[in-house]
T-cell receptor
Framework: EAAVTQSPRNKVAVTGGKVTLSCNQT?????MYWYRQDTGHGLRLIHY???????EKGDIPDGYKASRPSQENFSLILELATPSQTSVYFC????????????FGHGTKLSVL | QQQVRQSPQSLTVWEGETAILNCSYE??????FPWYQQFPGEGPALLIS?????DKKEDGRFTIFFNKREKKLSLHITDSQPGDSATYFC????????????FGKGTHLHVLP
C-alpha cells in the first residue's frame, strides 16, 4: 500500500512565526499536493508539484510557499503564520499519467495563536 | 467559484437503508470523478470512481450514477452500515489538466444502528 507520511501531526505556532510542514512519500509518485481542510470549505488546493524542483500554485496559494527538493519530499512553508491559517493540512501524492488515485497522509493539525 | 457542489451537507440514515449523496459540476472538460471517504482523524481515501464515458459504476454496496448532460452524479450506498459513517467527497478532474483535482465540500453521513 502506498505511503504518505506527514510531520508533525500537531503543531502550535505563534502569529508571525515561521512554520514548515513536511511530507514524505514512498510511492515513487511524480505528483504531490498540499490541501487544507476547513469546516464548510472541504479540501482546497494550496500548492502542487509534478516532480523534483517544481512547484505550482493551486487555488489558495497566498501566504504559503512550497518546496520539492526530491521525488520523495514536499514541504509547505508559512513564512509569517497568521491565525487564519489555523487548519488541518493534508499532503497527497499521485502518479504522473493521471490523477486516478491520490494517496493522502493523515494530516497535520496546525493552530496559530 | 465553486466548481464541484455536493448535497446534502449532512445525511442521517438507519442501518440497512440506502444513502444517496449528490454531486454536480460546472466545467464540461471534467471527465474523471472520484469519490473519497474520510474517517475522523484520517486522510481521505479513494472509494470508487467513474469516467464520463460511463453512466454507472458499481463496487459492492457502492454505486455511482452519472448524468453527463445534466452534469450531475450521485453515490448510492445500499444496506448502509454504521461503519459507513464518514465524510464523502466528490471530486473532479480533466485529462487536459490532470494535475489538478477539485474537491466538493463533502457530505457527512451518519448511519444509525
Amino acid at each position: 500500500e502506498a505511503a504518505v507520511t506527514q510531520s508533525p501531526r500537531n503543531k502550535v505556532a505563534v502569529t508571525g512565526g515561521k512554520v514548515t510542514l513536511s511530507c514524505n512519500q514512498t510511492n515513487n509518485h511524480n505528483n504531490m499536493y498540499w490541501y487544507r481542510q476547513d469546516t464548510g470549505h472541504g479540501l482546497r488546493l494550496i500548492h502542487y508539484s509534478y516532480g523534483a524542483g517544481s512547484t505550482e500554485k493551486g487555488d489558495i496559494p497566498d501566504g504559503y510557499k512550497a518546496s520539492r527538493p526530491s521525488q520523495e519530499n514536499f514541504s509547505l512553508i508559512l513564512e509569517l503564520a497568521t491565525p487564519s491559517q489555523t487548519s488541518v493540512y493534508f499532503c497527497a501524492s499521485g502518479p504522473r499519467v493521471s490523477n486516478e488515485r491520490l494517496f493522502f497522509g493523515h494530516g497535520t493539525k496546525l493552530s496559530v495563536l | 467559484q465553486q466548481q464541484v457542489r455536493q448535497s446534502p451537507q449532512s445525511l442521517t440514515v438507519w442501518e440497512g437503508e440506502t444513502a444517496i449523496l449528490n454531486c454536480s459540476y460546472e466545467d464540461s472538460t471534467f471527465n474523471y470523478f472520484p469519490w473519497y471517504q474520510q474517517f475522523p482523524g484520517e486522510g481521505p481515501a479513494l472509494l470508487i470512481s467513474i469516467r464520463s464515458v460511463s453512466d454507472k459504476k458499481e463496487d459492492g454496496r457502492f454505486t455511482i450514477f452519472f448524468n453527463k448532460r445534466e452534469k450531475k452524479l450521485s453515490l448510492h450506498i445500499t444496506d448502509s452500515q454504521p461503519g459507513d459513517s464518514a465524510t464523502y467527497f466528490c471530486a473532479a478532474s480533466a485529462d487536459t489538466n490532470a494535475y489538478k483535482v477539485i474537491f466538493g465540500k463533502g457530505t457527512h453521513l451518519h448511519v444509525l444502528p
